[in-house]
């Protein structure tokens, strides 16, 4: 059985910003995922706020190709009107974001959600780790 992720905006970006001591985690994540030992979902949302948040960093062009090569590594689950209303209806959960994060996770299938932000996520109905933890699980798996 392959494992599947779905990987949190804060992830990709400890990736993309080199945010330590953060990275190296999320690198060897995004890295088992591209080498398809695991297969990873990203949000479609997460793509729009992460071209947003990389703008002080990366010309346009560049964070094109920054989330062209994202989408290239990760299948990306879209966010559609039956999300929405599950997601505002959810009151477990306090952040809209995050919850919707979660019903992109139950229509990947996903194993797991990793994420920096474990408390946003206790509501979840599917288990949330950090990334030293998905880490952790890679190895056990020998992916």
Do not use: W
Not at 49 to 67: G, Q
Not at 95 to 109: P, Y
Request: include cysteine; proline fraction near 1%; charged fraction near 30%.
């Amino acid at each position: 059985m392959e494992l599947r992720i779905l990987v949190d905006t804060n992830i990709l970006l400890d990736y993309l910003l080199d945010r330590e001591p953060h990275e190296k985690s999320a690198r060897t994540i995004i890295k088992a995922c591209h080498q398809k030992k695991m297969e990873g979902c990203v949000a479609a949302h997460s793509i729009t706020n992460i071209f947003y948040i990389l703008r002080k960093n990366f010309s346009i062009e560049e964070r094109r190709d920054i989330l062209l090569d994202i989408c290239k590594i990760f299948y990306v689950e879209g966010i559609d009107v039956k999300k929405l209303r599950y997601a505002l209806a959810n009151e477990d959960f306090l952040d809209f974001e995050d919850c919707l994060q979660m019903e992109c996770a139950k229509s990947f299938h996903a194993d797991y959600i990793v994420s920096r932000n474990l408390e946003d996520f206790k509501s979840s109905d599917i288990p949330c780790v950090d990334a030293d933890e998905m880490c952790r699980i890679i190895e056990s798996h020998q992916l």
